[in-house]
């Protein structure tokens, strides 16, 4: 299974940019599918998820309100529309989605409930 994440750029600051995420390969089903971003520096974190069946979604609490997090089954495509962005969302963004395993509140944001990782898009918000 290989993740290409694509979308990423520069934005000002209140501005929007949408990330998407095709999975390609050896897919038979998965059972969720994430976002993380990562700056230089700093441990990488989690920002959405959601399950691939019930459609189910989590966000971290710096996302929520700006960013929606919905795929598109039929494509194997999960997206990010982020709105209002800040400079502090500055980073890079990765998917991630996993084969196994059940999201719930207390663990969606682990990054051990990922199998695959895409390499990642950058995303940069002048202020």
């Known amino acids: 299974v290989q993740l290409q994440a694509s979308g990423g750029g520069v934005v000002q600051a209140g501005g929007s940019l949408r990330l998407s995420c095709v999975a390609t390969?050896?897919?038979?089903?998965?059972?969720?599918m994430g976002w993380y971003r990562q700056v230089l520096g700093k441990e990488r974190e989690s920002v959405a998820a959601v399950t691939w069946g019930a459609g189910r979604t989590y966000y971290a609490d710096s996302v929520k309100g700006r960013f929606t997090i919905f795929r598109d089954n039929a494509k194997n495509t999960v997206y990010l529309q982020m709105n209002s962005l800040e400079p502090e969302d500055t980073a890079v963004y990765y998917c991630?989605?996993?084969?196994?395993?059940?999201?719930?509140?207390?663990?969606?944001?682990?990054?051990?409930?990922?199998?695959?990782w895409g390499q990642g898009t950058l995303v940069t918000v002048s202020s």
């Open positions: 991630a989605a996993a084969s196994r395993g059940t999201l719930y509140g207390g663990n969606w944001f682990r990054t051990t409930m990922y199998d695959y």
């Open positions: 390969g050896s897919i038979f089903s998965f059972n969720h």
